[in-house]
């Protein structure tokens, strides 16, 4: 087995740039990471009988491993890659807000995995999107641009580290006008595809489908050609090649949300014969073990031989002393999901084993709630118009009703997430185990989103995992306040009652979000929210009103209007109007907003995507 030491590492450095031996470069393997933007596992054949065939990465299995629980974390691009890139929990750091407001510190003392690497000797290079939420730090690429290729590296014997990451397959690819709307140019057949359950079955929704299995296509077609150049390199067998989804994706119901097509990617490593040593899988084996996004920096420094700093929240699952039975016994995966764009929507999800559980925040918000972004598809635009001409099922409707607050799918019986659980009695047993490992990894990581994301950005992010740490009491005191709503009314009214009469408006925040999250079953703490109406801090009277226009016991678009002229924070106002446009299109009792009263005094990207949503500028 090849293990180093850093300061053997760093001997090797000054050998390897003192001399061209080919022998010492083969003493440490190359790393090439693989990239395909916005796609679950769901679309390629080699993991879904229904997907694209993808030759070239099944040429990759046959010489590797196929990882069948491989997981995001998160479902958007900027929050997952920012996990890949530090191998943390991002609500434990700071960077769990897409697009972010404000770039979080790397935590002290710690940097991007792939400067360990650099400084180890590795020539790092990046081809060539990045979107971090955290600030880089230096040392991270030797060469981070669309030319950016191991080719460039000084010294041919130098071994690399190299990310390309394939467009072809982002969502963007499918934000085409209905006059490109032609099945006979796809080389997919729209007959040969099947929609998923929560899916209308619409020539839209097909031809969107077909169009992106072509997309998928390309992308493997791309990824041959990499190959192809570490063949010509001599270097295909120094080298693990990682391919994965970028995260999860990218028709209605994906991309952006917890289900297993916004978090369960596609993973094959291929393992290079000069060190299959180092792995004790099978090339040709697949695996069921778990892995998760903040472990895969972590393996790729294992592989190298380089210790695993501490900061990070993953574990290697391929190297020395990574057991094929430790790897198959893991079990559990996280997912975070707080901001999207200009939407809100507080969500963590646990899988353990064949069981996923979801715990929505904010459950009175739709999933199908307005993001710009999301809505310039056809399918997503065709799907909401169904849904208001009265045209869906039951799980069609679902993506544009109130969520549960909590959530318990069986995925073996129930693969497309459609038929909650939760209120099973056969299955309150798994509920609550998976409920009390959800909450226990929340409070072990001082998960920071009990805050709002206003308050983090003013009093956070010069230093969040300090500020996490510093204050993990109070994190429990506002998740403990949240998880009332778990409860029968009843059995939380008393809590609910001395949170609304606490002097922390964070408890207030949280207690209201319960009551909206109760209904018209809080009705005897109406008179309590009327009251907050007047309260000092802006959030507090956000969602006092919000929990009584859901009940309809007042109109809150003007109470909101009169919130947002007031604050002087865009953060705030992004919250605000992500109320605003809720009453607007999916509360229960819906209520226009008079946009000529909306006089704010910020502005903001956000903002201005929210404003041009309700004046009908899009």
């Given at each position: 087995m090849r293990q180093f030491s850093f300061l053997a590492l760093m001997g090797a450095t000054f050998l390897l740039f003192g001399s061209t031996s080919r022998s010492y470069a083969a003493e440490r393997p190359n790393f090439v990471w693989l990239l395909s933007e916005d796609n679950s596992k769901h679309y390629l054949e080699l993991f879904d009988e229904q997907g694209a065939p993808t030759p070239n990465?099944?040429?990759l299995a046959r010489d590797g491993i196929v990882f069948e629980r491989a997981f995001s974390c998160s479902p958007v691009c900027s929050v997952a890659r920012t996990t890949l890139m530090t191998g943390c929990y991002?609500?434990?750091?700071?960077?769990?807000?897409?697009r972010k407001i404000k770039t979080a510190p790397m935590p002290e003392?710690?940097?991007?995995?792939?400067?360990?690497?650099?400084?180890?000797?590795y020539y790092t290079t990046n081809?060539?999107?990045?979107?971090?939420?955290?600030?880089?730090?230096?040392?991270?690429?030797?060469?981070?641009?669309?030319?950016?290729?191991?080719?460039?590296?000084?010294k041919q014997d130098q071994p690399f580290f190299h990310m390309q990451s394939f467009g072809q397959s982002h969502e963007s690819s499918l934000h085409f006008p209905q006059s490109q709307v032609k099945p006979e140019n796809l080389q997919t057949s729209v007959d040969d595809i099947t929609l998923a359950d929560y899916h209308p079955d619409t020539p839209i929704f097909r031809y969107t489908l077909a169009r992106y299995h072509d997309r998928i296509r390309e992308i493997d077609r791309q990824i041959g050609n990499v190959v192809s150049q570490l063949k010509e390199d001599g270097l295909l067998e120094d080298t693990f090649i990682f391919y994965f989804g970028d995260h999860g994706g990218v028709l209605p119901r994906s991309k952006g949300y917890l289900y297993e097509s916004g978090l369960h990617v596609p993973l094959v490593v291929r393992v290079p014969k000069n060190f299959q040593d180092q792995v004790q899988l099978e090339r040709g084996s697949r695996t069921q073990g778990f892995v998760q996004f903040f472990d895969f920096g972590p393996t790729v420094l294992h592989l190298a031989g380089i210790?695993?700093?501490?900061?990070?929240?993953?574990?290697?699952?391929?190297?020395?002393?990574?057991?094929?039975?430790?790897?198959?016994?893991?079990?559990?995966?996280?997912?975070?999901?707080?901001?999207?764009?200009?939407?809100?929507?507080?969500?963590?999800s646990l899988r353990k084993g064949r069981f996923k559980y979801i715990r929505n925040y904010q459950a009175f918000y739709p999933d199908g709630l307005q993001n710009n972004y999301r809505y310039r598809m056809l399918a997503y635009s065709q799907w909401r118009k169904m849904h208001a001409e009265g045209k869906l099922n039951g799980a069609q409707r679902a993506f544009f009703e109130a969520k549960p607050v909590e959530a318990l799918y069986d995925l073996e019986a129930d693969p497309h997430e459609v038929n909650n659980l939760a209120t099973d009695p056969q299955h309150a047993r798994t509920l609550v185990q998976l409920r009390k490992r959800l909450r226990s990894w929340l409070d072990e990581k001082h998960d920071l989103s009990a805050y709002p994301d206003s308050h983090l950005i003013d009093h956070a992010l010069e230093n969040p995992t300090r500020f996490g740490e510093e204050n993990a009491a109070q994190i429990r005191r506002l998740w403990d306040t949240a998880d009332l709503a778990l409860l029968p009314f009843d059995e939380a009214r008393p809590e609910l009652e001395k949170a609304l009469a606490s002097s922390d408006p964070l408890q207030k925040y949280w207690a209201l979000t319960a009551c909206s999250c109760f209904g018209k079953d809080a009705a005897p703490l109406y008179a309590a929210a009327r009251q907050l109406l007047e309260d000092e801090h802006p959030l507090v009277r956000l969602r006092a009103a919000e929990f009584l226009g859901i009940t309809g016991q007042v109109n809150p678009q003007p109470l909101l209007a009169e919130i947002l002229n007031d604050v002087t924070s865009p953060v705030?106002?992004?919250?605000i109007l992500n109320s605003v446009v809720y009453f607007q299109d999916a509360a229960p009792q819906k209520y226009a907003v008079d946009t000529n009263s909306l006089k704010m005094k910020v502005k903001s990207d956000g903002v201005r995507r929210r404003l041009d949503y309700l004046t009908g500028k899009l």
């Open positions: 990465i099944a040429a991002g609500p434990r750091i700071g960077t769990q807000f897409h003392g710690f940097r991007m995995f792939p400067a360990y690497l650099r400084d180890a000797g081809n060539s999107k990045k979107d971090y939420n955290a600030v880089e730090g230096k040392g991270v690429w030797d060469q981070s641009s669309k030319n950016a290729s191991w080719r460039k590296r000084p210790d695993v700093p501490s900061e990070v929240d993953g574990r290697p699952f391929l190297g020395p002393k990574v057991l094929a039975e430790e790897l198959a016994a893991r079990d559990e995966a996280i997912g975070y999901a707080d901001r999207f764009d200009e939407k809100y929507d507080l969500v963590r705030e106002a992004l919250i």
